[in-house]
């Protein structure tokens, strides 16, 4: 079993840039990959990134292409959401999750707890 834990949340101005960090424990050799998703006030979840774990293939919602990154770093079972060019609009609490089978914008298995991210105007 697969556990995954967010860091890194928190408040900045419009413009500003966050980085989260998802860290994987338990058996991370079954894993295929972490996506980061997002629930903003009154609205539904809805997926943000994702990453595969071997290749380091990664997929983007089209709203935060060019100014969200999402790495990985094997060696710590860390996977990272750096966030430049923050909007209003990228408020939401975000949560990471883990996979066991390639489909980036599909199911997900394991859930982490979520981090809040504010942004103000």
């Known amino acids: 079993q697969v556990q995954v834990a967010e860091s890194g949340g928190g408040s900045v101005q419009a413009g500003g840039s966050l980085r989260l960090s998802c860290t994987a424990s338990?058996?991370?050799?079954?894993?295929?990959?972490i996506g980061w998703h997002r629930r903003a006030p009154g609205k539904e979840r809805e997926f943000v990134a994702a990453?595969?774990?071997?290749?380091?293939?990664?997929w983007y919602e089209k709203s935060v292409k060019g100014r969200f990154t999402i790495s990985r770093d094997s060696a710590k079972n860390t996977v990272y959401l750096q966030m430049n060019s923050l909007k209003p609009e990228d408020t939401a609490v975000y949560f990471c999750?883990?996979?066991?089978?390639?489909?980036?914008?599909?199911?997900?298995?394991?859930w982490g707890q979520g981090t809040q991210v504010s942004v103000s105007s």
């Open positions: 338990g058996h991370t050799s079954n894993m295929y990959g």
């Open positions: 999750a883990a996979q066991r089978y390639s489909d980036p914008k599909g199911t997900y298995d394991v």
């Open positions: 990453i595969d774990w071997s290749g380091g293939s990664t």
